[in-house]
């Protein structure tokens, strides 16, 4: 597949360095977003994939992407980390708007925040969808369907946008702020909140975690996202970086969170994004592959019996980097996604965990390849047999 290279999206250079790329290996029906190449800007050191495309985006989406999961987090659901994430999100939102402000949560999945804000009497509040499973899944009359670049909104219509995990996933994002600032008040206000470049390597998932959730297309920090917005006629008036939890609480996500009130002018400042290296990040990242790959080969040549469980992200991550034969009679995959056992890898059939041969529990060794459900897999192994070895990665 042809595609347009990408040029910079805060100053449209096509001047980049490459800082990381992969073949990142799929399920065998799923082919996108496999070239993995992530740039930094020699004019701003802004930091963004350039090897993809409105084409190549879109057709992911609507064929590969699990965004309309009924599980899947960040895609404005109503779980427990949801929860924490929205009333993290009023921690900054409560002291500039009041409960008749119309508020617009745009990529608003399936409306939990939108839910939210009508628990916590905002009761103008409605969203933004491009996607019509999730639209259905929300069960919502508040959430309308949009086009990305297009919103079925009138000229200064909203008090306030809120983008919540939106920004990192937009190929054109000088076409997202040309909307925004068409149909929002002229003192109105953008609350944005991307994963921070800057906090990666403090806020470690999975070895190259942060770099291969595919559709993350731009990778900002506190400086490349307010001079991306002083560029387009925004101010910065409050900001906040940390961690927020998953439901796993060993892990959390390294939130930047900011919000933004729209100028009558542009504060031109292309030039000064503050240098930054993901160097760091990169070395980390490399050290705890080499340690995955000395244990698991250790395990395959310890053991009779070898079940790969939860083949997801990490999984598919951890196969692109190790070399593991997959087609050998002694390795197995397993999953409790109903949708994932319709799939194959590398030709191999993903089986449900109860087609577990427990028959020979000692010569048999079990991979908990899901880092958000490690706890929950483990009790399941112990359900299964006592002595039956595991491994987390």
Not at 171 to 197: M, Y
Not at 239 to 247: A, P, V, W
Not at 341 to 358: G, R
Request: aromatic share 12%; glycine share 4%; proline share 2%.
């Amino acid at each position: 597949m042809s595609i347009n290279i990408r040029n910079c999206p805060n100053c449209n250079s096509e001047k980049n360095k490459s800082i990381f790329s992969k073949k990142l290996k799929n399920f065998d029906k799923f082919k996108l977003l496999c070239d993995y190449k992530i740039v930094q800007c020699n004019d701003c050191n802004f930091i963004y994939n350039n090897n993809i495309d409105n084409k190549l985006l879109n057709e992911f989406y609507s064929k590969e992407s699990l965004y309309s999961s009924d599980s899947s987090y960040g895609t404005g659901g109503n779980n427990s980390g949801d929860i924490k994430r929205y009333s993290t999100y009023m921690e900054i939102l409560y002291r500039h708007l009041n409960h008749n402000s119309i508020i617009c949560d745009v990529g608003c999945g399936k409306g939990g925040f939108i839910k939210f804000l009508l628990e916590q009497k905002y009761n103008n509040s409605m969203g933004l969808e491009l996607d019509k499973r999730l639209i259905k899944l929300s069960g919502s009359d508040k959430i309308l369907e949009t086009k990305l670049y297009n919103y079925p909104l009138q000229d200064k219509k909203i008090d306030c946008f809120a983008f919540t995990h939106v920004f990192e996933h937009i190929l054109e994002l000088q076409k997202v702020i040309t909307e925004i600032s068409r149909c929002l008040k002229d003192d109105g206000l953008l609350f944005i909140e991307v994963p921070d470049a800057q906090n990666y390597s403090k806020k470690p998932v999975f070895d190259f975690y942060w770099f291969t959730i595919k559709e993350h297309i731009n990778h900002f920090t506190l400086s490349s996202l307010n001079t991306f917005m002083n560029n387009n006629g925004f101010e910065l008036i409050e900001k906040q970086q940390s961690g927020i939890k998953y439901n796993n609480e060993s892990y959390s996500y390294p939130s930047l969170r900011c919000l933004f009130k729209k100028t009558s002018q542009k504060m031109l400042r292309k030039n000064h994004i503050e240098s930054f290296s993901l160097d760091s990040y990169i070395n980390q990242e490399k050290e705890k592959t080499n340690i995955h790959k000395k244990e698991i080969h250790k395990i395959l040549r310890k053991y009779n019996y070898i079940y790969f469980w939860g083949i997801g992200q990490e999984f598919l991550t951890l196969t692109s980097f190790i070399n593991i034969d997959i087609s050998s009679q002694k390795i197995f995959l397993i999953d409790k996604n109903i949708n994932k056992q319709n799939l194959t890898f590398e030709n191999k059939k993903i089986c449900d965990p109860s087609s577990i041969n427990l028959n020979d529990p000692k010569n048999t060794c079990i991979i908990i390849c899901s880092v958000f459900n490690n706890n929950i897999i483990k009790k399941d192994i112990l359900k299964f047999h006592k002595e039956l070895h595991f491994y987390e990665i």
